[in-house]
């Protein structure tokens, strides 16, 4: 079995040492090209490519495979069976046609459900109690292709795409090894998805992290949590930004302006909150602009003005 792996973000690591550590024959592993980050813009490489390399792989960063010559670098490597966990491509048919049994791909959702680039952050945002698992094939429509695996896990109250981003991807690792021998013995059947019941989502934005307190506490809840760490959430506060890193949704009594900061008892869940236009929003960690993370008692502490401002 001669397995080419394509993947780049943190969510496939965990499904290329699962194939490493059961001995796989991973021919090469083709990732994102290194990417421009942060102040000083310096070149970063995908997190599959650095475990990639530290294990000795071939690695391989092709920019497209619209180039018909890295088409046939690819089919030159033979590939039986191509494994795709988050590798940030669409593969065109003339990619899928080379493996003899064909290109399987893992996905952090229920399918059909959230399909596209974000679906952890979606079914946080939704108030989805589970989440899961699928394996399937790979076809020319994105995450189309009949189901050869799925399996589902609870969405926990303080998972953040973070943390639950970490509890599929090992998922998914666990299910590869399972999936690939009933695969090539012809032992598992694909099971086509029904499109009537397909969504989709979409990239985020940095715009799409700024809170508006008309909304239910419950919703700005979510929307801390599904958009941790990227983009974050934020409110403005004396004409600078404030990220809210971590929150509760707390119920409260009617009255006063959305937006409104008001100060909680000691002991209770968070030492401030914010009015909404349902319920109250604990804060309990943020980032005011230009300054660590730290928790919203000890910001409290240092701007006392914070306490009745309206963001």
Not at 99 to 118: A, E, F, T
Not at 142 to 152: M, T
Not at 184 to 198: C, H, L, N, T, Y
Not at 235 to 259: D, E, H, M, Q, Y
Request: aromatic residues 6%; glycine residues 8%; charged residues 20%.
């Amino acid at each position: 079995m001669r397995i080419i792996f394509m993947g780049s973000a943190t969510f496939a690591t965990p499904s290329l040492q699962s194939l490493m550590s059961n001995k796989y024959d991973i021919s090469a592993v083709y990732t994102q090209p290194d990417k421009k980050t942060g102040r000083g813009q310096q070149l970063m490489a995908s997190a599959v490519k650095r475990y990639a390399l530290s294990q000795g792989l071939k690695v391989i960063q092709p920019e497209t495979f619209k180039d018909p010559a890295e088409v046939e670098n690819l089919r030159a490597l033979k590939p039986d069976l191509i494994v795709v966990a988050a590798y940030g491509q669409i593969l065109p048919e003339s990619v899928l046609q080379i493996p003899v049994y064909k290109c399987i791909n893992i996905h952090p959702s229920l399918l059909p459900r959230y399909r596209g680039p974000s679906p952890i952050s979606a079914a946080i945002l939704n108030g989805d109690n589970v989440t899961g698992v699928t394996i399937m094939l790979v076809e020319k429509k994105v995450d189309s292709g009949p189901v050869l695996a799925q399996k589902e896990t609870k969405i926990a109250d303080e998972d953040t795409t973070e943390t639950l981003t970490e509890k599929l991807a090992l998922l998914g690792a666990a299910m590869l090894i399972e999936v690939i021998p009933g695969w090539i013995e012809g032992k598992i059947q694909p099971k086509p998805q029904d499109e009537s019941r397909a969504s989709h989502t979409r990239m985020a934005s940095k715009e799409d992290g700024r809170l508006n307190w008309e909304l239910p506490a419950i919703q700005l809840w979510r929307m801390v949590r599904a958009y941790y760490p990227w983009p974050g959430c934020f409110t403005i506060w004396n004409n600078a930004r404030l990220k809210v890193i971590s929150a509760v949704p707390l119920s409260g009594t009617a009255g006063g302006k959305a937006g409104e900061v008001i100060e909680l008892p000691r002991g209770a869940p968070a030492r401030a909150a914010v009015r909404t236009g349902k319920g109250l929003l604990g804060l309990v960690k943020v980032q005011f602009e230009g300054k660590k993370e730290m928790p919203v008692a000890d910001f409290v502490a240092g701007h006392r003005d914070f306490i009745g401002s309206v963001l």
